[in-house]
């Protein structure tokens, strides 16, 4: 894994306008081991590699989720939960790393695989491959910003200001495509599957294409929930296809991006501890929340002060640090997978599913408890803890959104977009605008890179208009309510 990122970090940027040799003549001048085209599945492993560790990353100067989710406050420095996404450029930051780092390999992937000698049902597999991973990242640009430049992105030979798509028409393409990948899968012929050693492009899978359809159905599965207020039939029929098609079944099938710890680590730890930050604690929010319900997972997850859990206030200074709950070891590891759609995530959107009448395997009292079940077995809770977690904070029928909106934000603790989805459609917990916010109201949405004003003004002042205004208060066309 190691040898793979160092080798194919080497395309980032770049990678768009390698090319291969024009003549024999220059190949003459080629270096075989510095190729001017790279191989398909470095340009894969870097788009892995970086749209994993910066939807997971907690640093003040990326996505912010989880303040947006109001989880983690701050110590020293309280900018970011007061909602400033000005001073440290993160729009920018976070658009650039999913635009240029991550879309731009996989776009490139693509066209570089074509000229790769293949079997053409491993080809067929590759191909899916990059083509899954591709509406994975479309879909957290979608669900961060709204609408974005979509189907004249990547066209820098013909289109340099892209317009932006409208998001509901992006979405409605991305299930399309989803369908379209999964039905040309061989799943008995692996895609990058390893060659030497243990790793391959595909740091997620090795190509292990039944996990990869499992995986797309669970992305077609969140895209289908999130449509639930706007346009419910539509919703109906996706979430029943994901599910009939076959989702996430398991903690092994969670798309997890693994870190050797070496060259490369999980971004919590390089933040909180490679950085020595002392400047992030759990909210109190959290504490207070966890606290009522008698949750077993604050052992697993949070230090003591004396002997209490006590959260930080969200959108205050809290200083000094050791006055504070911090996070446990149990996020400080180095080698801690970034888990950007787990088996929980996947149950607690089975268990609204049937809460909204859908079909999906099972009544809304029974997934629910498989939801919490599976969050508690995945932080190490024993069985005895977990029924009687479940015997004191049973499914509540009436008030649903509440039920699976509060356990399913629990649970998605530091998985900040997934948590940020369920807060945005399910309006549970309540989440408060703190008193020094700069906003009017919580985020709804990541505001619009600010270099884009300056580089396709046009278009995306013509976005702003559209959805209302580009404020990180303008709800998404799918948050309804």
């Not at 003549?25 to 190729?35: A, G, I, Q, R, V």
């Not at 996989?106 to 000698?117: D, G, S, T």
């Not at 079997?119 to 709204?146: M, S």
């Not at 959107?349 to 909204?356: G, P, Q, V």
Request: with cysteine; aromatic share 12%.
């Amino acid at each position: 894994m190691k040898n793979i990122l160092k080798t194919a970090l080497t395309g980032i940027l770049i990678s768009a306008s390698l090319v291969s040799c024009q003549s024999d003549m220059t190949s003459l001048n080629e270096d075989p081991k510095h190729p001017s085209t790279l191989p398909s599945e470095n340009l894969l492993a870097t788009a892995l590699f970086q749209s994993s560790y910066y939807m997971d990353n907690p640093s003040v100067n990326f996505n912010n989720y989880r303040f947006f989710t109001q989880q983690w406050a701050e110590g020293q420095y309280p900018q970011e939960t007061q909602y400033d996404l000005v001073t440290r450029n993160q729009p920018r930051n976070h658009f650039n790393r999913m635009y240029v780092y991550s879309l731009n390999n996989i776009r490139q992937a693509k066209e570089n695989l074509k000229k790769e000698v293949e079997t053409e049902d491993i080809r067929t597999n590759k191909l899916a491959t990059l083509e899954i991973e591709e509406i994975f990242i479309w879909e957290n640009l979608v669900d961060t910003f709204g609408d974005v430049p979509y189907s004249e992105a990547f066209k820098p030979n013909e289109i340099l200001t892209p317009k932006y798509d409208d998001a509901k028409t992006i979405y409605i393409d991305l299930i399309k495509r989803i369908d379209a990948a999964i039905a040309t899968i061989k799943p008995s012929v692996k895609g990058y599957a390893p060659i030497t050693g243990d790793y391959s492009g595909d740091l997620v899978y090795s190509g292990n294409m039944p996990k990869w359809i499992k995986f797309a159905n669970s992305v077609k599965l969140r895209l289908g929930i999130n449509l639930a207020d706007v346009d419910p039939t539509l919703a109906k029929a996706t979430v029943e296809s994901a599910i009939a098609g076959g989702v996430i079944a398991s903690e092994e099938d969670a798309y997890k991006f693994k870190y050797d710890g070496n060259t490369f680590s999980n971004p919590v730890f390089d933040n909180l501890v490679a950085s020595n930050r002392d400047d992030f604690v759990p909210s109190e929010i959290v504490i207070n929340t966890m606290n009522s319900l008698s949750d077993p997972r604050m052992e697993k997850w949070f230090t003591k002060v004396g002997e209490i859990y006590k959260g930080g206030v969200f959108g205050e200074l809290n200083d000094p640090y050791s006055d504070f709950s911090h996070l446990n070891n149990y996020f400080r590891s180095s080698t801690t997978a970034s888990n950007l759609l787990s088996y929980t995530e996947v149950n607690f959107l089975k268990a609204e599913a049937a809460a909204r009448g859908y079909t999906a395997g099972g009544t809304a009292v029974d997934l629910y408890a498989t939801a919490v079940t599976s969050s508690m077995k995945e932080n190490g809770v024993a069985d005895a803890a977990i029924d009687a977690y479940l015997a004191a904070n049973p499914y509540n029928a009436v008030n649903w959104k509440q039920s699976i909106g509060v356990q399913a934000w629990i649970a998605m603790f530091n998985k900040g977009f997934a948590c940020w989805n369920f807060t945005r459609r399910l309006d549970n917990p309540t989440l408060v605008n703190p008193p020094k916010s700069n906003l009017s109201s919580v985020p709804y949405r990541m505001p619009y890179s600010d270099q884009e004003y300056v580089l396709n003004g046009a278009n995306v002042n013509a976005a702003a208009s559209k959805i209302g205004g580009d404020k990180a208060t303008t709800k998404l066309f799918w948050d309804k309510f």
